[in-house]
């Protein structure tokens, strides 16, 4: 069996590397043709445990081959972006290119899956463009949607290990694509209609946004009430039925912090709890680094000086150096914005250097900030002890204090 990747990027790759590796011959498709000479010589463009070995392993083996264009395959695999453009509206113009760029080779038997991330209804207007283009293939190829839900930092295993949603636009394509699947993938596949499963793929992240914004309200709540939040949810999950997730600095990285935006925009009206999280985890980085300024004035007041400023990671979630739609460096760059004349020493263990902050290393600003906010909960942060002649501001839970 020869499948066709287009895109390979943080799922395109690994998803490409593992296929390669069980006996799939891949060919690896990107317009970029750096990652390109990139992949061909066994190295992968970005950070993720493991995925280095194994790409090494299938583009010398001969299993995974990349170039610019697709090349004549059985199935075509679909895993480009989809940003937003105007007032958060998706973006599906590469999806649209994707096809377009596999259907002079498209050939009756062929299965073709979407795993980019789209909006209700994608799938099946794809199908309407490769109809409309080649009419004779109407009925004749295998079309489905199959998001990937792997976790950044741990795509290798959870590639292989999760379930996943198979959605086909008619029963033969949901089996199919179920078939393709089934060489490396050990999880469950569920078999459902296209529509569904691409509502799937931004029902889990929307739902993870709404429960992040219900701890992250309440961390603005019990500031107010003078309540320690880390307590309080502890006490609250000790509930047999409750699971409150934790509260932080916002909501970022490329998936969670976009994809409730692809409901929000098709169904402005019904998705009001959706809309209202979205603005809850934004507000909260805001609300961060209005706390940090405050922070600032007071301490000026009190001490009649500026203080020395260190702010605790970059990053979007802990322990990884992707700083995509990362709250923490939208707090950092507004408090800069707000506070000209400070001392800021900015910190993330994960990457050496930035190239718009100059970074300074974890304990070295730990020992020398008079304030000290922790936007990211890196473990490195965790290893710090307390101390009370510093002000702490946790917005994430590092000591829990
Ligand atoms: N966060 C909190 N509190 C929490 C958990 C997370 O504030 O209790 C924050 C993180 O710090 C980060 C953001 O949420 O800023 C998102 O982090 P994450 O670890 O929840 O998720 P991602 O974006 O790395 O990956 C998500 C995953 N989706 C779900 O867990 C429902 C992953 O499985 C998806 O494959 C991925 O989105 C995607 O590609 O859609």
């Not at 170039?67 to 940003?83: G, K, N, R």
């Not at 469950?188 to 929307?206: D, I």
């Not at 500031?223 to 307590?231: L, S, T």
């Not at 000026?300 to 400023?309: A, S, W």
Request: a negative charge; hydrophobic letters at 40%.
């Amino acid at each position: 069996m020869k499948a066709c990747f287009i895109g390979l990027g943080y799922i395109g790759l690994p998803t490409a590397v593992i296929a390669a590796d069980n006996g799939i011959e891949v060919i690896g498709v990107d317009i970029n043709p750096e990652v390109v000479k990139s992949v061909n010589s066994g190295k992968v463009h970005f950070s993720e445990p493991g995925l280095d070995k194994i790409c090494k392993k299938v583009t010398s083996n001969g299993n995974l081959k990349a170039y610019t264009e697709p090349q004549a395959s059985d199935v075509y695999v679909i895993v480009v972006p989809t940003p937003f453009k105007g007032n958060h509206e998706p973006d599906v113009s590469y999806v649209e290119s994707a096809v377009t760029t596999v259907l002079p080779y498209l050939k009756e038997g062929d299965l073709c899956i979407i795993e980019s991330t789209c909006p209700v209804g994608t799938t099946e207007k794809m199908a309407e463009l490769i109809y409309s283009e080649k009419p004779a293939l109407k009925d004749k190829i295998y079309l489905s949607y199959c998001p990937e839900r792997v976790l950044p930092g741990n795509t290798v295993y959870e590639l292989i290990h999760n379930d996943r949603v198979i959605g086909g636009i008619d029963e033969g394509s949901s089996e199919k694509a179920a078939g393709f699947y089934s060489h490396f993938v050990k999880g469950s596949l569920y078999k459902t209609n296209a529509r569904t499963a691409e509502m799937c793929k931004l029902t889990e992240n929307a739902s993870r946004d709404v429960q992040i914004a219900f701890a992250n309200e309440l961390s603005i709540i019990c500031e107010k009430a003078h309540i320690n939040v880390w307590e309080l949810i502890e006490l609250a999950n000790k509930h047999p039925r409750v699971n409150i997730l934790q509260p932080g600095s916002g909501v970022g990285g490329h998936c969670i912090a976009v994809d409730p935006y692809f409901i929000t925009s098709e169904f402005p009206i019904e998705s009001q709890l959706i809309g209202k999280a979205r603005e809850i985890n934004n507000y909260k980085a805001f609300w961060c680094s209005e706390k940090i300024l405050s922070t600032m004035k007071d301490f000026n007041l009190r001490e009649g000086r500026e203080p020395v400023v260190a702010l605790m990671g970059l990053s979007f979630k802990p322990n990884i150096e992707d700083l995509r739609e990362s709250p923490a460096k939208y707090i950092v760059s507004k408090v800069m914005q707000g506070h000209n004349n400070a001392d800021f020493l900015i910190v993330e263990p994960n990457i050496e250097t930035h190239k718009v902050f100059k970074l300074t290393d974890y304990a070295e600003a730990y020992d020398t900030a008079d304030i000290v906010a922790f936007l990211v909960a890196h473990k490195e942060f965790k290893k710090l002890i307390f101390r009370d002649d510093k002000v702490i501001l946790d917005f994430c839970g590092v000591f829990k204090k």
